[in-house]
């Protein structure tokens, strides 16, 4: 058990904020208006299931403010994000873009609604060498890939428009954890 929590813990770190990092220079979709706060349709507690393994791991609590994060057992030092001039949300389609201030760089989360009750938190996943050796020379076809060096972390940015980086999604680039919605007691 506790091999799988240190697992799960790991996984919630690299998917917020990994070392590596595809990065944009503007919150992503541009063009769109950023929310002041998230519907209320979406807020609440979510246990976080790996869509491989089906594992449960953590709990994200979407608030209207942002969100909070707790492990499972409850205690709440995994962090959190208030909506502000470096977490800006904003929503496309079916989807609610999850944009992270690091430095310079934009880190782009997304949270797509698949019913009231799940959601998928993506990102584009580059944490492992070969992966992120494809990752980037498929987009190097598409974009011009900027490789940038901040401190520990290395940041591969592009700049799609909102018709590319939609078909960026479509591609499945962006790949994550379903959130289930906790039943209240």
Known sequence: ?????????????????????????????????????????????????????????DTIIIETWGYRTKDATGREWLGAGHISDT???KQYENYYFINFKEGDQWILRLLKVKNPNRLELLSINLEDDLV???????????????TQKQNDYVFYQINPTPAQLMSLIKEEYFTGVELIRKRSN
């Open 132 to 146: 992120r050796e494809e990752i980037i020379k498929k987009l190097g076809k598409k974009f011009n890939v900027k």
């Open 87 to 89: 977490l800006v949300v």
């Open 1 to 57: 058990m506790r091999f799988g929590f240190i697992v799960i813990c790991c996984f919630w770190a690299a998917l917020l904020l990994s070392c590596k990092e595809v990065s944009y220079p503007k919150a992503q979709p541009t063009g769109i208006a950023a929310l002041q706060q998230l519907p209320q349709s979406i807020c609440g507690e979510f246990l976080i299931r790996d869509k491989a393994t089906g594992e449960i791991g």
